[in-house]
């Protein structure tokens, strides 16, 4: 939007987008599917039949827009903290549906709304009712939204994910500047360290995370820490004094590249702790300030990346990691925001915000050019800012901070409806107290996304460490698949609770079933697949193939693959079907 006139103007709200959806259909009977997310439980899919949502208030005899709408916003610098920042609409009489997808790391609102026998669609980037956005915008100046994406699909809700799935690749060739390996990336926070290392806990965690088959160990939290609460000291990212013996850190850096496998480090650049020395060293333009003082959130204060202060301390930061310690892979992670966010040098605190989260994302463009070599995880508590602005400038997504293993397979089963399947790092944390069977179903976790290795490897026995070494070796061939596949949902997207729970990723050559049974007495399923009616197919238990095996059989008549699950428990594999 340009003001080419002679006053200011004062924008509350500027749609990215708006639109009339699926017009001509049946208004009442349409399928709406959002996400709720949360910490630990994001990817919670939902339908809703629209005529429950939203409902005809006689706007033909009032002859007005009724004043109800079903909203749907993210909070602060969250984009995907309450909500995912995707949704579908579909038709499900004539199988026509349109998807939205809001790209921005930041906040956002959507809302969909009836007037009579027309449904709208209205998406923006932050708004003065949801974010505290307004803007000035004087004569001659310009102002512009984030991004959004629409699909329109004849193939319903699962055609529609499967072109978003074609899209955010053609995104992600565009703005990402390498070409990423995808290794098997062993990081000790897990269920395993959790934030306390020492070089006598990380010395035998890599040993055995190269007999595993890792290439990559990444030391999370914890590694600049000298007291044993770092929470509201952090800031200054330099190694702890105390944690790593004789040899620092640079000595346990030393022994991962000497066993093969390439070191990473936990950071979290965009806050500074209240008793760092970092928050009296910096200038106060690089913090946020709101009234006149600075934002503390959890102990922490937040930097101001609209400041040439902050994007060049955290540039040294990220320099004299990189390349001091030969560090080639970061998982970057962001824990606290910052509300409605700072009210310096903006019309207000939602435009200030705004400005910070595209400062950021082109600073971080620039970091990336500088280091090219270096593999990027976003995290922020798990998956709270899952966006394509951050997806398609990052190399992996951490997709929850869920612990129980139980749990995370319907946030992993659900995870490529918000992204490419190959960027869905999902957590795969093998105990010593776990059964094979337990071992093999966190692995098929891990395995139906992006490979993330954590738990106490060191501790396993003989077999339970070869049901690990048989996922590892089975990966690669997995994620030449996953990148070249769409996702599929033979059985829907799971409830939180489902007793089983199904992702199907498939390509021209072949379709890979990851399969959980979640119910210890269930005896077997059916899972069609209704693109292959009458097709010859061969299926197969891939992993794990030592355990003892589930029955799987092909229908082709039907279209169906029959499973008999055994043994009795909690198990899970992944199966292949080729032609």
Request: glycine share 10%; net charge negative; hydrophobic share 40%.
């Amino acid at each position: 939007m340009r003001n080419d006139g002679a006053a200011p103007l004062h924008l509350t709200a500027l749609s990215i987008l708006s639109a009339t959806a699926l017009p001509g259909a049946p208004l009442d009977d349409l399928d709406l599917m959002t996400a709720p997310s949360a910490w630990m439980a994001e990817q919670r899919w939902r339908h809703q039949r629209l005529g429950e949502e939203l409902v005809d208030v006689g706007t033909a005899v009032h002859g007005q827009s009724p004043r109800d709408t079903l909203r749907l916003s993210a909070e602060s610098g969250w984009s995907s903290s309450r909500w995912e920042p995707v949704g579908i609409l579909t038709d499900p009489a004539g199988g026509q549906a349109l998807a939205w997808q809001v790209e921005h790391n930041g906040a956002w609102t959507v809302e969909v709304s009836r007037r009579g026998g027309v449904l709208g669609l209205v998406v923006c980037g932050p708004t003065d009712l949801q974010h505290g956005w307004m803007r000035v915008l004087h004569p001659g100046q310009e102002a512009a939204t984030p991004t959004a994406a629409l699909v329109l699909s004849d193939g319903g809700w699962q055609g529609a994910a499967v072109e978003l799935t074609a899209y955010r690749r053609a995104l992600r060739e565009r703005t990402a500047p390498t070409t990423d390996p995808a290794p098997v990336v062993f990081n000790d926070y897990m269920n395993t360290l959790m934030g306390d290392p020492t070089a006598d806990r990380l010395l035998p965690l890599i040993d055995a995370a190269a007999e595993a088959g890792a290439q990559y160990f990444c030391i999370d939290a914890g590694w600049y820490d000298d007291r044993g609460h770092w929470w509201d000291s952090v800031g200054e990212w330099r190694p702890s004094t105390t944690r790593f013996g004789d040899g620092g850190l640079a000595g346990v850096l030393e022994h991962i590249r000497g066993r093969g496998l390439t070191p990473g480090l936990w950071i979290e650049p965009e806050v500074v702790g209240v008793r760092s020395p970092l928050a009296r060293a910096l200038p106060e333009d690089a913090f946020m300030h709101r009234a006149g003082a600075r934002i503390i959130e959890h102990g922490r204060h937040l930097l101001d990346l609209r400041s040439a202060s902050a994007r060049n301390y955290l540039t040294q930061t990220f320099d004299r990691l990189i390349n001091g310690y030969g560090v080639c892979y970061i998982k970057w992670d962001y824990n606290v925001t910052p509300g409605t966010g700072p009210d310096t040098g903006a019309s207000s605190t939602g435009e200030a915000l705004l400005d910070h989260a595209r400062a950021h994302l082109a600073w971080f463009e620039q970091l990336r050019r500088a280091h090219p070599r270096v593999i990027f995880e976003s995290c922020a508590s798990g998956a709270q800012r899952m966006d394509q602005a951050v997806l398609s400038r990052y190399d992996l997504q951490s997709t929850s901070d869920q612990r129980d293993y139980r749990l995370y397979p319907t946030i992993a089963a659900a995870a490529p409806m918000a992204m490419a399947p190959e960027q869905a790092g999902n957590w795969s944390y093998p105990q010593p107290g776990m059964t094979l069977e337990q071992i093999a179903f966190t692995m098929v976790t891990g395995l139906s996304g992006r490979l993330y290795l954590s738990g106490h490897l060191d501790r396993l026995s003989g077999e339970q460490m070869a049901l690990v070494r048989e996922g590892t070796g089975l990966y690669p061939g997995l994620m030449a698949h996953q990148s070249a596949s769409v996702p599929l949902w033979p059985l829907g997207l799971p409830a939180w609770d489902a007793p089983v729970v199904v992702l199907a990723t498939e390509s021209d050559a072949e379709t890979v079933l990851y399969v959980w049974k979640r119910s210890p007495a269930l005896a077997g399923t059916t899972i069609p697949l209704r693109g292959h009616v009458d097709e010859d197919l061969e299926a197969r238990v891939a992993y794990p193939t030592s355990l003892e095996p589930w029955r799987v059989t092909w229908l082709p008549r039907a279209g169906c693959l029959d499973i008999d699950f055994e043994p009795a428990g909690e198990s899970a594999r992944v199966i292949r079907l080729r032609r």
